[in-house]
């Protein structure tokens, strides 16, 4: 019974304790949460209130389910839908892949391995405006250094017409993406490598397991709540990307690489090139409209990929 | 309990903080929507911001904005000569703001922080959003009592509806013009003269680029609006327009033939079609003969990217039979603007009334950083001073257009959709159709919902357009 007694005092305490920690927690959360609604939760409840008008900064004039109408008969915006989608699918299948091969690699430890970190992660560091710029004249057609190269080493014949070609644009914009991102991706997975203990690795080599081995049934399993997580911010990352585009084709041509996003800023903001007026009604019903798309495959993704998180 | 506090405490920040964002939005609405209640409220932070302005000291500090670097040194001269001998004590601080322009002027008006003037080219202040909103004043009574000004800038002749003008009232006066667009040209690899028909002028295109044999090109075409930098200036000279002023509607019909001879200069062009800056680069380097643009080119030839390799002409645009049918447009330059906001409105005018004088406006032309609009200036100038503009100067069948309504248009704008027709990304007559429907459809409901009126000219007269008599109708 003492032991009963000593037991709930404990309880008690700890109870007391709780809501101390709780009030003390809270409080610590409290300008992170005020942030948040006025940041964050505000300008998405700021958007809901022009999805039925036409606004171009100056004059509001209330239309109904008329943004609706034309967003479900816009053509252009269903194909940035699609385009976005294709880029995202290109953009992971590759970039995933080669930042956990270059991960594994470096966390060999191999000579000069920091440096091979640092520079790979350097693209990351840099805006992706002035990256897009410079993949502008990397990407010419005439003097190109792409081009230059891959004629030089007798793989194509003629130079290709990258950005002014409907048929390779996407491969550019996503030869942009991986260079600037990879990087980043690398480095979680080398932080998530870092974190696996190394007995489990001694145990593998005692049980005679070779590299390949170690990677399939070592690393790869150890690492998926990283991997979970690095799949999801690329996932949502990708669908956001419309920066280094804008720069490097601008949608083009012929709409070619516009992605949702860059449509939805065109929208807003307005385009040096277009003699269109803003729409910021318009835009804001797009941008729920995209939000919902991106939390739609994020939600999937997320139920197809609950069980990475069981694994260890 | 604890979680029902948390989260008592959360709904109740929630409600706090929508409830505080949604008074002060309910606020930006009223701007936005009820003019009349937005310029009194207006007129209250102003005598506020007076009384802080007259308190802080015994001068007048008047702020003004513009989106022009290319004469921000010559203007701030002007500013500094002002600032030290006008006898009223008015200090002036300019500020040179270029990204997203009208937005931020209208933003910093409704956080009160607006400055005095702001400057504007074409419709760069688009009149329609700032005279109807209150943002901006007119400057009759101004213009109507100073004499000097008016034989300097000649206002009454220039009144450009939509542009600087609305029902009668005159918001600024421009100072110069930029002219239409011209073609700009490599005397050392074209000797011939250059064709007046665009299908004679796509021929040149090609033969020179097959001469150059990949060492040089015909033409260069930018990825920056490349519908407006030749194409559209040449159906504007052939008498097309995006705009049936008669019939108040869009009709791109005529374009199919500027689009098919469109193609040929595509075949001909530098393989890149890069942003402007980059084809000047490659224009001055002599990696292709022909470029089009307007008078803007001159310092840029001469200072930002001087050709120095060869000689460089200019000429006409062609057109598609070798007549002018239509008026080229071109773009009225530096107006100068008084916001509503301003507690110091007369000490404004004379910051303008300055600014505009023959003394600094005959400095600025000859400088050469636009055309004179008015014959008295272009009397006054020398010449010989404004070195290739004179290459640019205006010529009988420029003009400016009357504004087209600012549609809430669904997809890409005209330039994009017909560009891509020239491109070969869609087909021509199934863009057409498309533009009209769009164009049309959009402009139907904007004009039924009140957002725009429809622009008619009963006697448009497509050699002079801005001459007409301009009725904007709600239906």
Known sequence: ?312 | MKKKLLSSILAATMVVSLAACGSASSDTTATTTETGDTQTAEADTTEAAATTQTASGDGITITMWTNDRHDMDYIQSAIDTFNSTNTDGITVEFQTVTDNYANQIQLAYQGGTAPDIVTGNGSDISINNFADTGIVIPLNDYISADEEYQKVNDPYNHMYEGYNVKDGNIYSVYSGVRSGVRVEYNTSLITEEIPSTLSDYVALAQKVTDEGAGQYYGIGLTSSGPFGRLLEASAQMSGIYPYDYVNGKFDFSGFKEIVEAGKGLVAAAYPDQQGVDNMRALFAEGQFALWSNASQEVSVFTNQIPVTGFEWGVAEVPTLDGTVKGALNMVPQKGYYILSSSPNQDAAWKVISYLQSEEVMKSYLENGYCLPITDYMAGIIDSSQTGRMVDFATQDYEDVYPPTPSINLTGDDYGTVLWNAVMGYVDVDEAIEDLNTRYNEALEADVASGTVKRLVIKDYDPLHPSKGTAEYLSE
């Not at chain 1, 997580?229 to 949502?236: D, E, H, N, Q, R």
């Open chain 1, 1 to 312: 019974m003492a032991g009963n007694d000593g037991r709930g005092k404990k309880r008690i305490k700890l109870r007391s304790g709780g809501s101390h920690e709780g009030l003390a927690s809270f409080l610590m959360l409290l300008p992170a949460i005020i942030f948040l609604i006025v940041c964050s939760i505000y300008p998405f409840i700021w958007i809901f209130r022009y999805i039925c008008y036409n606004y171009n900064g100056f004059t509001a004039t209330y239309t109904g389910a008329a943004n609706f109408e034309r967003m479900l008969s816009d053509k252009t915006f269903w194909m940035s839908v699609v385009h976005t989608f294709e880029y995202a699918f290109y953009k992971l299948l590759f970039i995933i892949p080669l930042a956990l091969i270059i991960a594994v690699i470096l966390h060999t430890r191999i000579m000069g391995s920091n440096v091979f970190r640092g520079v790979y992660f350097m693209p990351t560091v840099i805006s992706s405006s002035i990256a897009g710029m410079i993949f502008t004249f990397i990407f010419a057609t005439k003097n190109g250094i792409l081009n230059s190269v891959l004629q030089s080493l007798h793989i194509v014949s003629s130079p290709i017409p990258w950005l002014t070609g409907t048929n390779v644009v996407m491969a550019a914009v996503t030869i942009l993406a991986i260079w600037g991102g990879f990087g980043n991706y690398m480095l979680y997975f080398t932080s998530g490598m870092d974190s696996i203990s190394n007995d489990v690795y001694e145990s593998a080599k005692i049980d005679g397991a070779n590299g390949v081995q170690t990677f399939f049934y070592v690393t790869l399993p150890m690492l998926s709540p990283v991997l979970k997580v690095v799949l999801m911010l690329a996932i949502t990352g990708a669908f956001k990307d419309y920066e280094a585009i804008m720069v490097l084709s601008d949608g083009g041509p012929g709409n070619r690489s516009m992605v949702m996003f860059l449509y939805i800023y065109r929208m807003i903001f307005g385009s040096a090139t277009s003699t269109a007026a803003v729409q910021i009604g318009y835009g804001a019903l797009l941008s729920v409209v995209a939000a919902i798309i991106v939390g739609i495959v994020t939600a999937i993704y997320l139920f197809i990929s609950r069980k990475l998180d069981d694994v260890v």
